[in-house]
């Protein structure tokens, strides 16, 4: 078992930057694929990123591809998602998660572990 914590949330203005960290903690961390998703008010919650477990191998959503870089130190047990050119559209409770499967970590199936979520707003 891991318990995730999120932090680096914040308000930013439209085309800022904001760093996202997950600190894991309880067991290994690289043995875990890690993913961010998000949820807005009143929508679902959304892939927005994976990485695999050695931290070669990422994935984005249409919608960030370009603008957020998922990454992973597991020396130090943390996952990061760096957001820049922020939109307004980008506001929402961003959650990170942990797969221990390895298997479609493109999507929300296989993820075991999740965050309480840190907020990021965007101001027009």
């Known amino acids: 078992q891991v318990q995730l914590v999120e932090s680096g949330g914040g308000l930013v203005q439209a085309g800022g930057s904001l760093r996202l960290s997950c600190a894991a903690s309880g067991r290994t961390f690289s043995i875990y694929a890690m993913g961010w998703f998000r949820q807005a008010p009143g929508k679902e919650r959304e892939f927005v990123a994976a990485?695999?477990?050695?931290?070669?191998?990422?994935y984005y959503a249409d919608s960030v591809k370009g603008r957020f870089t998922i990454s992973r130190d597991n020396a130090k047990n943390t996952g990061y998602l760096q957001l820049n050119s922020l939109k307004p559209e980008d506001t929402a409770l961003y959650y990170c998660?942990?797969?221990?499967?390895?298997?479609?970590?493109?999507?929300?199936?296989?993820?075991?572990?999740w965050g309480q979520g840190t907020q990021v707003t965007v101001s027009s």
């Open positions: 990485i695999n477990m050695s931290g070669d191998i990422t």
């Open positions: 998660a942990a797969n221990p499967s390895g298997v479609r970590i493109a999507t929300m199936t296989g993820y075991v572990y």
